[in-house]
């Protein structure tokens, strides 16, 4: 069955925009659309609306109408409205969970760039097991510029991050873009050094070179998966979060990973995916690996 690209609607301006960049993604992926309402009965004394089954059909007339201005320009794009009661962030999870992506507004960060990520947005994404975009109003990368790049993060081992990287490569394949794998790194701490460390920083002929060699070994197999796409491979030295936000300015989609996996305190967006959800001024991709 193919997964649907999914839209969390809520009627703001933030959830249209997610709508019309979930609209194109699913053109591009020749996927359907799938649009989703959370929704609560409240009794109201509005005349017709004090009935949950009244309420529910007017909700559903509003949400209808809205996704058919945003939609109608995609002729032949299948679309499907839910409108689900339940709690926002259950729903909107149980939805991601048979979906390609779920894709949720997020407003600007004091009107110039970065995610406010409210409370909502930073549940969905910490519980879910599939990839959550953030996209805002008014982005500069609603008209996914010509040219420019799909900036995914790479770390650890290829196993690692083959979530993340196929996400990435599938993006950038449907929309003809190239890809920008990014894997930042860091001086390891002094305790870290031991023989055979060293042995394998000598065969390598350093640290520098042997990231290189580790992004490499990551990407082969998604090169050979998607000969069309063009690969830039970029190693620097820097916390990840701050190295990706610096080559995400000609970026369509920045692509992230966090661990699917929960602590004793509880799920967690990650601290790389945290930083660039606030500082990014294009839509980023969440995506979760193990």
Sequence with gaps: MTRP??????????SLAALAWAAREAVRRDTP???????RFEPLDQAGLGDRDAQEEWVRGVVTESVRAVVERHTG????????????????VTAASASAALVLGSRGHGG?????????????IAETSRPVVLVRAGDRAQGEVAGHEIVVGQHGEPEDSADVLRFAFETAASRGAAVRAVRAW????????????????????????????ALAAALRPWRERFPDVPVVEHVEMGSAGQVLLSVSGRAQLLVVGRRARRTALGARVGSVAHGVLHHADCPVAVVPHV
């Design 33 to 39: 659309l799938r649009v989703v309402h959370a929704w």
């Design 112 to 124: 110039l760039v970065g995610f406010l990520l409210g409370s909502v947005g930073r549940q969905v």
């Design 77 to 92: 794009l299948e679309v499907s409205v839910d409108v689900l009661e339940g709690e926002t962030v259950d729903t909107l």
């Design 5 to 14: 690209i999914t839209a969390g609607w809520d009627g703001s301006k933030e």
């Design 186 to 213: 860091t001086l390891p701490p002094l305790y870290a050094y031991n023989q055979a460390t060293l042995k394998l920083l000598d065969e390598a002929g350093g640290l520098e070179p042997l990231e290189e060699r």
